[in-house]
């Protein structure tokens, strides 16, 4: 392998080294703060600059206080698919459970909202009619029946609020609606808070797990998905056309969606303090409420306004989200997005025929390698031939040895004679990046990869491989022995001493092929953590590379070309 050869491969594990630091967050949905410049240019009108946003304030206003004598009570709604507890503090979701999934460990119901200690909790109305923190006002339950609950309550200056819940059978949402109640004699006019999404529950690293969406009408029928991660707390959307805004986490969605995105005026995005209130800071323990403040709304007298709303509480899986509109925009695999789909139904579909995403990934490994094997034989042969052609090489370094440009111009003039690519060695494991990459979104982000087995101890292909936890941590490893990668290891270093290299004529051949040797523990290093299904791909990948070796040497023996 020349120089070249040895420095397109370098790039290869440097591309892969910086993979998490730089160019994971580049393929990823793309985090925006919305600029000032952009907000001058999308903003609504001027009756929505008059919206509020949630605030930190403790004070709370003295018409709120007519109903704290309520009996605090708590209400289950629920449907075959999910679990919802309400609590009439608020009129707010105050748990969800997801009956058909079990929790990160796998051992109880998950519960997608926590039942956390916070007043601000989904579906709450924080602000309303210059009153705030709104949130903890407590509402008399006026009807209950199977499926359904309305709440109700008036503030002093004439205003009666209604707020009615039911969820449909055989669906993954809540349905809404606020019904705004004007019993004066003149014209109310006001905006409200109502909180989107909060205490959604964790499913990994916070960094790269949680965030908070809102997506946003570009018109013929595209909506821009705008995810915000937890460090770009906190942030705030006026863009014209907000028709959604919610949370998520690797696998699961909580989604505000009105009827109408006429009445948004703007999002919200807050982290919470160690206290479950709003915080202006960070978002440390990953925690935040994502709000959505309304324009002003003119109520005539003795009239009433209302708003629909869902609110969808479920998975990230194409068939769920495709019920409901704009929704699925939320499945991003950022700007691999047609290789990942494309790698994640043949995924699916070898999965129908054997039910084992891990077969399926070593069927899609067998496939790509065959279909990149004739490049794979033309790099083996023209490395082969490079080893053939190293005394000729090394005649024209002894000739022109005073002139490194004509040895350079001879050796190009001796490749091409000989159809001898010295770039070609790389050039396999180049194509295989982009699918590598693609795989990885999918392999992190498809709900199909959570908690999916393959054998023995390989149970979450969306994990790593751990077999079991050390009583000592490695450095860069941490404390899990994961095997896969160890397997991979092993038989990159066996795939190396097969693969045909030139002679090692010059102490810079030597050091380059030294360096080389290393190159597999660099990527032991890299895919260690990574999710064992990206980890399987990559050590079947190797194995057949190793088979495609010993049949090439085989055909290539024979060839003589000086």
């Not at 509020?52 to 708590?74: F, G, Q, W, Y």
């Not at 995105?261 to 994502?290: I, R, T, Y």
């Not at 002894?398 to 050039?427: A, D, H, R, T, W």
């Amino acid at each position: 392998m020349d120089r070249r050869a040895l420095i397109a491969l370098i790039i290869c594990g440097v591309i892969m080294l910086l993979y998490y630091p730089i160019i994971l967050p580049l393929l990823s949905p793309k985090t925006e703060k919305v600029t000032q410049e952009e907000l001058s240019a999308e903003k609504r009108g001027e009756a929505k600059k008059e919206t509020r946003t949630v605030a930190p304030s403790l004070l709370t206003s003295p018409e709120t206080l007519h109903e704290m004598d309520i009996h605090k009570e708590e209400v289950v709604v629920e449907n075959e698919y999910i679990k919802t507890v309400w609590i009439n503090e608020g009129a707010a979701l105050k748990s969800v459970k997801l009956k058909d999934f079990k929790s990160q460990d796998s051992k109880d119901t998950l519960e997608l909202i926590k039942d956390a200690d916070t007043e601000y909790r989904p579906l709450a109305i924080s602000y309303i009619y210059q009153n705030a923190n709104f949130q903890r006002q407590r509402y008399r339950i006026i009807d209950r029946s199977k499926g359904r609950i309305s709440f109700s309550t008036s503030l002093e200056s004439g205003l009666n609020l209604i707020k009615t819940v039911s969820i449909p059978d055989g669906k993954y949402h809540v349905d809404m609606e606020i019904v705004l109640e004007n019993n004066t004699d003149s014209e109310i006019s006001l905006a409200y808070d109502i909180i989107a999404s909060s205490m959604i529950t964790h499913e990994g690293e916070i960094s790269a797990d949680i965030a908070g969406l809102v997506g946003i009408d570009m018109g013929n029928h595209k909506v821009k998905l705008v995810s915000t991660a937890p460090k770009g707390f906190p942030a705030k959307n006026e863009s014209r056309g907000i028709v959604w805004a919610g949370s998520t986490n690797k696998y699961f969605a909580t989604v505000l969606k009105p009827v109408s995105s006429e009445w948004v005026a703007s999002v919200h995005l807050q982290a919470f303090d160690m206290q479950g209130m709003p915080s202006e800071g960070k978002s440390e323990q990953g925690d935040f409420m994502v709000s959505l403040q309304t324009g002003r709304i003119h109520i005539a007298p003795h009239t009433s306004v209302r708003h629909g709303y869902l609110y969808f509480v479920g998975p990230k899986k194409e068939e769920v989200l495709g019920q409901y509109s704009t929704m699925d925009a939320i499945i991003s695999y950022g700007w691999l997005h047609a290789i990942s789909k494309l790698l994640l139904g043949f995924l699916n579909a070898v999965h129908s025929v054997i039910p084992n995403y891990g077969i399926s990934i070593i069927v899609l490994t067998i496939i790509i390698k065959a279909l990149l094997f004739p490049l794979t034989r033309k790099s083996q042969v023209s490395m082969f031939r490079m080893q053939q052609l190293q005394p000729l090489i090394n005649q024209l370094k002894e000739k022109y040895k005073n002139n490194k440009q004509k040895i350079g111009q001879e050796q190009v003039l001796l490749f091409k004679k000989y159809g001898v690519n010295p770039m070609s060695g790389c050039l396999p494991m180049i194509l295989q990046l982009p699918v590598f990459f693609a795989l990885f979104r999918t392999l992190q982000l498809s709900f199909e990869m959570r908690q999916a087995p393959f054998v023995f101890w390989i149970n979450d292909l969306s994990m790593p491989d751990t077999l079991m936890y050390l009583p000592f941590t490695i450095p860069f490893l941490g404390n899990t022995l994961n095997i896969l990668p160890i397997i991979m290891t092993g038989a990159s270093f066996v795939q190396m001493k097969l693969t045909p290299k030139s002679p090692a004529t010059d102490p810079q051949a030597q050091a380059q092929q030294k360096m080389m040797s290393f190159m597999p523990i660099m990527f032991a290093f890299i895919l260690y953590k990574m999710p064992s299904g990206l980890t399987l791909y990559w050590t079947t990948s190797t194995i057949f590379s190793i088979v495609e070796s010993l049949f090439i040497r085989k055909s290539i023996k024979k060839i003589k070309i000086v």
